[in-house]
């Protein structure tokens, strides 16, 4: 996806519905054909991401597998998490991986997986842009997220 690309090289700030444009060599007119806005653009973003997600983890894998792998997939873009807690934040049920919905994990949980993952990753993210060095954010991550984990009901 062009969009993910443009969001690697570039990050949020960069990533506009005039730029995607001009690397799909597209009128911007065009791309409003088929992308209503920008929060519609960041949505299927991050339904990409939760479907890469989905992919590397089933709905049958245990969430610890899934939350990780979401990490994974947000490390690898710029922005990640930002991108896909703007997705989140406006279609919820759109992207968020099988294996963390409501409806596998309960409400709550869920809740507290979600966010947990996505501050901790958008926090890590900033860090690295400033070359703050935190060799132990993977494993504290795992740690923190297996504990939110434990806690289901």
Do not use: C
């Amino acid at each position: 996806m062009t969009a993910l690309d443009v969001l690697s090289r570039y990050g949020l700030g960069d990533l506009s519905m005039r730029r995607l444009a001009r690397e799909l060599d597209v009128q911007p007119s065009a791309l409003y054909w088929h992308v209503k806005n920008k929060q519609d653009l960041l949505v299927l973003i991050a339904k990409k991401m939760g479907a890469e997600v989905d992919g590397r983890a089933p709905v049958t894998a245990d969430p610890l597998v899934t939350v990780l792998a979401l990490r994974d997939v947000l490390l690898r873009f710029r922005d990640g998490a930002e991108i896909f807690m703007l997705g989140y934040s406006l279609a919820p049920d759109d992207v968020t991986p099988a294996g963390l919905t409501p409806t596998r994990l309960g409400a709550t949980t869920s809740a507290a997986v979600l966010s947990y993952a996505l501050g901790a990753v958008a926090i890590e993210q900033n860090r690295a842009l400033f070359d703050v060095a935190d060799a132990a954010a993977g494993e504290r991550f795992a740690e923190v997220a297996a504990g939110l984990l434990r806690q289901r009901a």
